[in-house]
């Protein structure tokens, strides 16, 4: 009796079968199966391993391969020996009846990683994978008594990869979730911002235009020093409420006298140097030095094609 060189490629959880001039050396009666897989360390290999005669008759088989049936098969190990394949695996008979042919009629092995069998029982359908080799087992010169099959169960961790894959594209779906929702509030945030600051110009254009114009004369016209503080109090408080301009000029820099900003705020506001006088109860030379100096402390004393009335607003962002 040969030997039987029999290989595992446990790193891929694959069993496959390696045959050395199995035509001339491998015996193949059922009865020398029975030996081999029930000799140790075959019948506890972490691989199922099956003898089907020629009609795919299940013959023997190892323990790894009767747990496999505990699982897959309706029959169990014990009601499958003697049982055709295809009976006591539901289903499988069209995914697997040309392969188990080709293998007896042919005489040769093949193995396939990674294969998709699906089960068929009266109320549901399993999908399993499998590293499966088969193997036609032959006495020389060219009787075939049957085929052999080894195969490793990859189901458990096919089923782990698709629950681990399907999770990972939740957890991607929910962060992409949390992601729009952060813009989606970020530019309602961005629109908020711009529609207090529409409001603020507006409050603060209506205030210099017209509210701060009429109270200095008021108080141009009122003898009563009582009223005018009272009127300069008023002027003073509704500077602070629509001061952003008189605040982004201090702020950058330019080093204005508190004069010289309202003197900015009134040319920004498109008036005159006299009208500026008037409501400042200035001279209009007066308001003409300021004008000057605003210049040189803006940097467009020299530019003399830049308006100062335009390169304020460009400062600021209001008209």
């Given at each position: ?12 959880g ?28 075959v019948?506890d ?41 295809f ?27 990674g ?27 060219s ?13 458990p ?17 929910q ?52 009223r ?42 498109g ?13 209009p ?35």
């Open positions: 009796m040969g030997k039987i060189p029999i290989s595992f490629d446990l790193e891929r694959a069993a496959a079968l390696k045959y050395r001039a199995f035509s001339e050396r491998l015996p193949g009666s059922i009865s020398f199966w029975n030996q081999v897989l029930s000799a140790f360390p019948a290999l972490p691989a199922g391993i099956a003898f089907l005669d020629r009609e795919f008759i299940l013959r023997r088989q190892n323990r790894q391969y009767a747990d496999y049936l505990r699982l897959y098969s309706p029959l169990g190990p014990d009601q499958a020996l003697g049982r055709c394949y009976d006591y695996m539901p289903g499988s008979r069209d995914q697997l009846e040309e392969w188990f042919r080709e293998t007896r009629d042919c005489g040769r092995s093949e193995t396939q990683y294969y998709p069998l699906r089960l068929t029982y009266p109320t549901r359908e399993n999908l399993t994978y499998w590293n499966v080799s088969m193997t036609a087992v032959s006495r020389w010169p009787r075939v008594e049957g085929i052999v099959i080894f195969c490793v169960d990859l189901t961790e096919k089923r782990a990869s698709q629950i681990l894959h399907a999770q990972q594209t939740e957890l991607a779906r962060a992409q979730q949390i992601e729009d929702a952060k813009n989606a509030l970020r530019f309602l945030q961005a629109l908020r911002e711009e529609d207090k600051k529409e409001l603020g110009l507006r409050l603060a254009a209506n205030t210099r235009n017209l509210i701060l114009p009429a109270l200095q004369l008021l108080k141009n016209c009122c003898p009563d020093q009582r005018r503080t009272l009127l300069q109090t008023i002027e003073t408080s509704l500077e602070e409420i629509v001061g952003p301009f008189s605040r982004r000029l201090q702020s950058t820099a330019f080093n204005l006298t508190p004069k010289e900003i309202a003197v900015a705020n009134h040319i920004k506001s008036r005159t140097s006299k009208e500026i006088a008037g409501l400042l109860s200035l001279s030379a007066s308001i003409d030095f300021h004008r000057n100096n605003i210049r040189k402390k803006l940097g467009i004393h020299k530019r003399k094609e830049v308006g100062l009335r335009e390169y304020l607003i460009s400062r600021t962002g209001e008209e």
